[in-house]
């Protein structure tokens, strides 16, 4: 496996964002109004509904709508503009597929490539009721056992059955 | 007693190797090489600042021969890694070495091949690393083989080793200019 980096949040950043956090609370600086989270809201909501859809190539398993890495960041910037700019949202993904490819996409086309990844679940679950309904049907009756009773072991059995009821 | 060869006892051992190729493919591959769509396609087209000098450089300008991308920025660890085996490349006397300096400052680029070397042609300053998005770079660094009609022929995703450059990057170099 290669080693591969991207700039992200480091300990040492994080480590001084709390050293100034701290240093907030105990100097009762008086503290500012949260910047809203964007000039335009509905962009922004727009951002992350296409946002949301896709995953962050520095960290796989997070979505570039909550991922901090700074790709994700520029990323975002990017989907920004390309919604100021008008375009749809399809046009937008598009854009991102274009240039990452599907694996962007948490929701990727149905295409021949991707049709084991879509169909693939259900094959297998049909194949699994099937050899169910089969094993069933054929394997419910009880086989003889390997070694069976002598006349006199069930004559025997039959006589403790009856004792006992 | 019986004994009896029962094909239901290989099932759980078949199942069982089935499920281990599986667990092995999945251990040999690394997650973080996505493959890129952009080969076989165009290599988009920028114009950007070069670090060293004046003026510009696009892929337009390379038109007609075949040459290499190599995404770097000074605050990447493994471009260090990778840097000798570029330097040794340089040396061959091979296809034009393009550098892009991504989301970084072109003093601390300069610093950088100051101290390490330099083996590109040229490099140029992708400072807001949009030019990087536009070729789906998604970490550094990233190296693209880009032909004489200005076609994105291969990409190599983490550094370059001595195995890459022998094994890849040369042969396909020497088909290309064919």
């Known amino acids: 496996m290669t080693f591969r980096e991207y700039r992200s949040t480091g300990l040492l ?29 509905v962009v922004e909501q727009r951002l992350i509904n296409i946002a949301q859809d896709m995953r ?47 694996f962007v996409r948490y929701r990727p086309p149905i295409k021949p490539t991707t049709w084991a990844l879509w169909f693939g679940p259900f ?17 419910v009756v009880q086989r003889e056992p390997d070694s069976p009773l002598s006349p006199e072991q069930k004559l025997q059995v ?4 009856r004792d006992k009821s | 007693m019986k004994s009896r060869f029962n094909v239901w006892y290989v099932i759980p051992l078949l199942a069982f190797g089935g499920l281990a190729t599986f667990m092995g493919l ?9 493959p890129s769509p952009f080969i076989g396609k165009p ?23 075949v040459w290499l991308l190599n995404v770097w920025a000074s605050w990447c660890v493994s471009c260090r ?33 100051d101290q390490y070397g330099n083996p590109y042609t040229l490099t140029v300053m992708d400072v807001d690393g949009r030019v990087g998005i536009d070729y789906g770079v998604y970490g550094v660094p990233e190296t693209y083989v880009i032909d004489k009609n200005g076609t994105i022929r291969y990409k190599q995703i983490g550094p370059i080793t001595e195995e890459v450059l022998q094994k890849t990057l040369m042969p396909m170099i020497a088909e290309l200019q064919k």
């Open chain 1, 158 to 161: 039959e006589a403790l059955l």
């Open chain 1, 13 to 41: 950043n994080q480590f001084l964002a709390g050293l100034l956090l701290w240093t907030a609370v105990v100097m009762l600086v008086q503290a500012e109004d949260a910047k809203p989270l964007a000039e335009d809201p």
């Open chain 2, 26 to 34: 999945g251990l040999s591959h690394d997650p973080h090489e996505v």
């Open chain 2, 43 to 65: 290599a988009p087209d920028f114009r950007l600042p070069k670090l060293e000098g004046d003026g510009t450089f696009g892929p337009a300008d390379y038109r007609g021969k």
């Open chain 1, 123 to 139: 094959i297998l679950l049909v194949c699994a009721v099937g050899l169910l309904g089969w094993f069933l049907r054929h394997k």
């Open chain 1, 56 to 102: 962050c190539l520095v960290c796989q398993n997070e979505s570039l709508a909550g991922s901090h890495a700074d790709l994700a960041e520029d990323l975002r910037r990017e989907i920004r503009d390309q919604i100021r700019k008008g375009k749809t949202d399809q046009e937008v993904t598009d854009y991102m597929v274009a240039r990452y490819g599907d």
């Open chain 2, 81 to 113: 890694e990778e840097h000798p085996v570029l330097l040794k490349y340089s040396r061959l006397n091979q296809v034009p070495l393009v550098g892009l300096d991504y989301k970084d400052q072109a003093d601390d680029g300069r610093k950088w091949v």
